[in-house]
């Protein structure tokens, strides 16, 4: 007589707070080797709270108001930060109204590929860089 074992899946009787905890002592590619058992384990491991803390881990600047899923921040911060080390960019030259000013604030928008730079002299000026036109011109004192 053959003795039929009860499979129980463990990730889905823990609370989730905990199964995030686990998941978040994971590299990675482990978490993401998880997350194809099965249906249940890839919600899990693909919640936002996992990532974000693998973020943390990782020291990824996070914006507030994002809508990107954390998991995509996090293939982005590893993605910069690898072609930074590399030496992996391209240098994009606008013409400068603010040519003898002190660049303050830089700001870049990957979905829009705008640019928007603050000057000591009170410009912000937004640009774009697939074709260095200027979008708006503001100036605050």
Not at 34 to 60: F, G, L, M, P, T
Request: charged fraction near 20%; glycine fraction near 2%.
């Amino acid at each position: 007589i053959l003795m039929v074992r009860r499979y129980r899946d463990f990730v889905t009787q823990l609370e989730a707070d905990l199964s995030v905890k686990i998941l978040t002592c994971l590299s990675p590619a482990q978490i993401l080797a998880c997350s194809q058992v099965n249906k249940a384990w890839y919600e899990v491991c693909h919640r936002d709270d996992v990532w974000k803390i693998k973020c943390h881990q990782r020291n990824a600047k996070l914006y507030p108001r994002t809508e990107i899923p954390m998991l995509e921040v996090y293939k982005r911060s590893v993605f910069l930060r690898k072609n930074w080390a590399e030496c992996k960019c391209a240098v994009y030259t606008v013409h400068d109204t603010a040519a003898n000013y002190k660049v303050l604030s830089i700001a870049y928008d990957d979905a829009t590929g705008k640019i928007a730079t603050g000057y000591s002299n009170g410009e912000i000026l937004i640009w774009s860089i697939i074709n260095n036109n200027i979008f708006f011109i503001s100036s605050y004192q």
